[in-house]
């Protein structure tokens, strides 16, 4: 028990310290303000990185309104093909809701005489509902074939080139792809270098501008007649239920590909866009850290003003038998104190400004900035939590490392003198 006791000592003392009244205005206003500077660091830092973890979460959510959960891709060359005993166990995967042959050539498209360079990406229908972009028809119908025809759904932005609009009639486009041919029937006629096809347009779709500038969805069929490849294919893409394990599903398909293909999940599909997000969020959180830095030197300053002010009481200490090491521990954990409350402190305060900007959107978006949301998205990930209250506790403990071996320093001083 006595043992307990003294091993809680410099707590006890540190803990009184920071509660009661310091003789001299100017430490507490010095303890304040340090206090004040970690509160306020912790708390912007968590307010802008879960700005930055929410506007990641709108832009993935762009894109993953158009990629698939999975898409394979071959190992060399651009056609390929899955054979049939792997196509046969991915139909039996539970977890699949759908998947498609993917098959996507660029061509001219041109509609009166405007015209534009398209992506043309060719589908099931089954896929092509399964995906949920036949919720983001922003006019017309969401229609890749039916009994009459083969049908366009044009991106917003290649229809903008086009002349075509929401309010304007749905006219049919004229698309130009080059005819493969061998080399000892090449001509310059414009005829036999170019195959023209009369597409009617069934609807605009409107997702994000790297796919509404890019993209001409139509079906699979008529991408084989087109390319003249009816059992091969650009890729093959997965879609898994909404409620799967996702992580559980990937690593059943790649089991069954085993290798012979290339399979890469949303994040390796556009791996540099990750990279870029995950390295503008460090940054900020360095840029950010700066701001506790300077908190961390009022802290110190806060800490050499309270040894010198409780060197009286040191010295009993000291006199009662105290060693250096209880000395150093009492403005050690004092220091660790002030910044851990500060910390939490910190922490309540950016999670209750989140909160407020989850449920009241208090800060908007620039009236003249074109984007889906108005106001500025906030998500949390536990992981920030974790490293800013790390920080925090780091820098604490740097901060109170010197005050403490300067306060024995001085005591010491002070016993030589006399």
């Given at each position: 028990?006595?043992?307990?006791?003294l091993?809680?000592l410099?707590?006890?003392?540190?803990?009184?310290?920071?509660?009661?009244k310091?003789?001299?205005?100017?430490?507490?206003?010095?303890?304040?303000?340090?206090?004040?500077?970690?509160?306020?660091?912790?708390?912007?830092?968590?307010?802008?990185l879960?700005?930055f973890?929410?506007?990641?979460?709108v832009?993935?959510?762009l894109?993953?309104?158009?990629?698939?959960?999975i898409?394979?891709?071959?190992?060399s060359?651009?056609?390929?093909?899955?054979?049939?005993?792997s196509?046969?166990?991915?139909?039996?995967?539970e977890?699949?809701?759908?998947?498609?042959?993917?098959?996507e050539?660029?061509?001219?498209?041109?509609?009166?005489?405007?015209?534009?360079i398209?992506?043309?990406?060719?589908?099931?229908?089954h896929?092509?509902f399964?995906?949920?972009?036949?919720?983001?028809?922003?006019?017309?119908?969401?229609?890749?074939?039916?009994?009459?025809?083969d049908?366009?759904i044009?991106?917003?932005?290649?229809?903008?080139?086009?002349?075509?609009?929401?309010f304007?009639?749905?006219?049919?486009?004229?698309?130009?792809?080059?005819?493969?041919?061998?080399?000892?029937?090449?001509?310059?006629?414009?005829?036999?270098?170019?195959?023209?096809h009369?597409l009617?347009?069934g609807?605009?779709?409107?997702?994000?501008?790297?796919?509404?500038?890019?993209?001409i969805?139509?079906?699979l069929?008529?991408m084989?007649?087109?390319?003249?490849?009816p059992?091969?294919?650009?890729?093959?893409?997965?879609?898994?239920?909404e409620?799967?394990?996702?992580?559980?599903?990937?690593?059943?398909?790649?089991?069954?590909?085993?290798?012979?293909?290339?399979?890469?999940n949303?994040?390796?599909?556009?791996?540099?866009?990750?990279?870029?997000?995950?390295?503008?969020?460090?940054?900020?959180?360095?840029?950010?850290?700066?701001?506790?830095?300077?908190?961390?030197?009022?802290?110190?300053?806060?800490?050499?003003?309270?040894?010198?002010?409780?060197?009286?009481?040191?010295?009993?200490?000291?006199?009662?038998?105290?060693?250096?090491?209880?000395?150093?521990?009492i403005f050690f954990?004092?220091?660790?104190?002030?910044?851990?409350?500060?910390?939490?402190?910190?922490?309540?305060?950016?999670?209750?400004?989140?909160?407020?900007?989850m449920?009241f959107?208090?800060?908007?978006?620039?009236?003249?900035?074109?984007?889906?949301?108005?106001a500025?998205?906030?998500?949390?990930?536990?992981?920030?939590?974790?490293?800013?209250?790390?920080t925090?506790?780091?820098?604490?403990?740097?901060s109170?490392?010197?005050?403490?071996?300067?306060?024995?320093k001085?005591?010491r001083?002070s016993?030589?003198?006399k």
């Amino acid at each position: 028990m006595h043992i307990n006791k003294l091993m809680n000592l410099p707590f006890f003392i540190a803990w009184r310290y920071f509660y009661s009244k310091k003789s001299q205005n100017a430490i507490n206003w010095v303890s304040r303000i340090s206090q004040a500077g970690i509160t306020i660091g912790t708390t912007a830092l968590i307010i802008v990185l879960s700005v930055f973890n929410g506007f990641e979460g709108v832009i993935l959510s762009l894109y993953n309104s158009f990629d698939p959960d999975i898409k394979v891709l071959p190992l060399s060359g651009k056609y390929f093909e899955i054979d049939s005993n792997s196509l046969h166990q991915l139909k039996k995967t539970e977890e699949i809701i759908e998947m498609s042959a993917i098959i996507e050539e660029n061509a001219l498209v041109r509609n009166d005489e405007k015209q534009s360079i398209a992506t043309l990406k060719g589908m099931t229908q089954h896929y092509f509902f399964a995906t949920g972009i036949d919720d983001k028809i922003v006019a017309g119908e969401a229609v890749l074939t039916d009994k009459i025809s083969d049908y366009a759904i044009i991106g917003s932005g290649i229809a903008g080139k086009l002349g075509m609009n929401m309010f304007s009639s749905m006219n049919g486009i004229q698309l130009y792809f080059p005819n493969r041919r061998k080399t000892s029937d090449f001509s310059f006629s414009p005829n036999q270098l170019f195959q023209t096809h009369s597409l009617p347009t069934g609807g605009i779709f409107q997702i994000q501008q790297d796919f509404d500038e890019k993209y001409i969805l139509v079906s699979l069929d008529f991408m084989r007649k087109l390319v003249k490849k009816p059992h091969q294919y650009t890729s093959f893409e997965i879609v898994f239920h909404e409620n799967s394990n996702k992580k559980y599903a990937e690593a059943q398909v790649r089991q069954i590909l085993n290798e012979k293909y290339l399979v890469q999940n949303r994040h390796e599909q556009h791996k540099w866009l990750h990279s870029i997000m995950q390295s503008e969020k460090f940054m900020v959180y360095l840029i950010l850290s700066f701001i506790l830095i300077v908190a961390g030197f009022n802290l110190i300053g806060s800490l050499l003003m309270l040894s010198i002010e409780k060197k009286k009481d040191m010295m009993i200490l000291t006199g009662m038998g105290a060693e250096a090491s209880l000395i150093r521990k009492i403005f050690f954990m004092e220091g660790l104190m002030l910044s851990m409350i500060s910390a939490i402190s910190g922490l309540i305060l950016g999670v209750i400004f989140c909160l407020l900007q989850m449920h009241f959107h208090i800060i908007k978006l620039p009236q003249s900035a074109t984007f889906i949301i108005d106001a500025y998205p906030v998500a949390f990930k536990l992981v920030d939590f974790i490293w800013v209250f790390i920080t925090v506790i780091i820098l604490g403990m740097i901060s109170s490392f010197f005050p403490a071996r300067t306060a024995y320093k001085n005591l010491r001083i002070s016993e030589i003198g006399k």
